[in-house]
């Protein structure tokens, strides 16, 4: 069943609500339409939402869910917080991302003192920590709804909650086996989009809370991806990120999966991440490179250049392993574009350790790498690490390893000039007035007249 075919105003409300999902969200979408209905009359005015997003693209992906739900039950969708209803969808996988929503939290209850109609709710990775729920319980009384990861498919049944109680809705589940097909979504452009293929992570790299924010692994089945990307681009969209903490982990095989999506006929562009490189393989590579809609570019977060600290990580692999895919992709195609991820000043790391992580990025000649500096996160292993690095001590790490990414790329992208590039505009772009910004199939940013 498709919800675009549903009736929602034909469902009889005066029964009990199914058991089984995504029937029983559909019955609460139709009983919160009302609810919103009559909230509308008191307020003299249509209601509106905002959806706010921190976070990675899994976040912006649960957002695009939320903001379905939310069109569906009658909201008229804004981008400002000043709306009649706001949901924050938090993350936490560094502290100032967890810090930014208290900020924004303080700032909203100061509106809802103005407009009395004004609803707030929190959701996401943050939402799944016991502080954060002890710290919101005493001291951000004013929420009215807290829901976390695993049970976010349930939004319309608990906005139903949340307008027939008066006090704060608190709802986190601890871990959810379950995959809901078929839910509202409102994508935020008509033209790209991320979807989900798997969900979770049982990696456990010591620095990361991310497995225990989003639990374990859970793959969708390559049908429902496969009906998704046809639907995608029978709607016109043009890029696909296929999304999963570590794709190459899909249950169902992940270069099957590539060349599967290959086969769908139309214009359009295939990407994914995140790759973890314990589990990239020659197949991976080959499958990148024979897919014609596949982007030849591979994003494959190494965190760090010394096989001390990557041990200490629990990453699995060293950077002789690492290295070794580099070559097998780069002997197929000398040009390949790698992105990654890197962590300065994990703990114990030495000033030599981190000089290692700068000569790798030069061996490796990335095109862009995330770099972050090591933030401490209660519940993971290294938390409990000794040897802490300082604040500043990190951030002149940080700031010398740019220094050096950006001599690399400098010369490493110059083998762009001359050539014609396939780019997606997204935006304006920052040349000037007249010009669009999007990405090339490498991933690189390119603006255009
Ligand atoms: N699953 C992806 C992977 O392993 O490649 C990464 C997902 S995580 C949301 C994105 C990045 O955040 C990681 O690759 C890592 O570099 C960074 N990160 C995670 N935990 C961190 C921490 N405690 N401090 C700093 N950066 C962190
Ligand atoms: Fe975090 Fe590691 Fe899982 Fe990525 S693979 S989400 S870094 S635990
Ligand atoms: Fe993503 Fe942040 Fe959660 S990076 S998975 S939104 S903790």
Not at 40 to 67: I, W, Y
Not at 109 to 136: F, W
Not at 140 to 161: M, P, Q, S, W
């Amino acid at each position: 069943m498709m919800y675009e075919n549903i009736d929602f105003n034909s469902i009889d409300l005066t029964q009990e609500p199914p058991v089984s999902e995504p029937e029983r969200q559909y019955y609460f979408i139709a009983k919160c339409r009302q609810y919103v209905k009559e909230q509308e009359e008191l307020a003299g005015h249509p209601l509106t939402a905002a959806v706010v997003t921190f976070g990675c693209q899994m976040n912006a992906r649960d957002s695009e869910k939320l903001s379905g739900i939310l069109e569906q039950v009658g909201y008229t969708l804004s981008d400002s917080e000043e709306a009649d209803f706001v949901i924050y969808n938090t993350c936490t996988v560094r502290d100032n991302a967890n810090q930014r929503v208290y900020g924004r939290l303080g700032f909203c209850n100061s509106m809802k003192r103005k407009n009395p109609h004004k609803k707030i709710a929190l959701c996401g990775c943050m939402m799944q920590e016991q502080n954060v729920i002890d710290k919101l319980k005493k001291s951000y009384r004013f929420v009215d709804l807290i829901f976390g990861t695993h049970n976010i498919f349930k939004f319309a049944e608990l906005l139903c909650r949340m307008f027939e109680s008066s006090g704060m809705i608190i709802d986190i589940w601890k871990d959810s086996d379950q995959i809901v097909e078929d839910l509202p979504v409102e994508r935020k452009y008509p033209f790209k989009s991320g979807i989900n293929i798997m969900f979770g992570c049982n990696n456990f790299c010591t620095y990361c809370i991310v497995p225990y924010v989003r639990g374990r692994e859970r793959s969708r089945k390559p049908e429902s991806v496969i009906a998704e990307v046809k639907a995608l681009v029978k709607n016109g969209y043009k890029e696909i990120t296929l999304l999963g903490q570590n794709v190459n982990s899909y249950s169902y095989g992940f270069p099957e999966l590539l060349r599967e999506l290959d086969k769908i006929e139309g214009d359009f562009r295939i990407r994914f991440m995140s790759s973890h490189p314990k589990d990239a393989s020659h197949e991976l590579i080959d499958a990148i490179l024979e897919c014609k809609k596949v982007c030849k570019h591979l994003h494959l977060p190494v965190q760090a250049g010394s096989d001390r600290i990557l041990k200490l990580m629990n990453r699995r692999y060293t950077t002789a392993d690492y290295l070794k895919i580099i070559d097998y992709a780069r002997s197929k195609d000398p040009e390949f574009s790698f992105t990654t991820d890197l962590i300065v000043g994990f703990p114990s790391e030495t000033y030599e350790e981190f000089c290692e992580t700068k000569e790798l990025i030069k061996k490796v000649k990335y095109d862009n790498i995330y770099s972050f500096v090591y933030s401490r996160r209660s519940g993971t292993k290294a938390a409990e690490m000794e040897d802490h690095i300082s604040d500043k001590q990190k951030g002149l790490w940080l700031r010398e390893l740019l220094l050096e990414q950006r001599e690399v790329s400098t010369a490493w992208l110059s083998r762009f000039v001359g050539r014609t590039v396939t780019v997606l505009p997204t935006g304006e772009g920052r040349t000037g007035a007249d010009y669009l910004t999007g990405k090339s199939d490498e991933d690189m940013i390119v603006e255009v007249k």
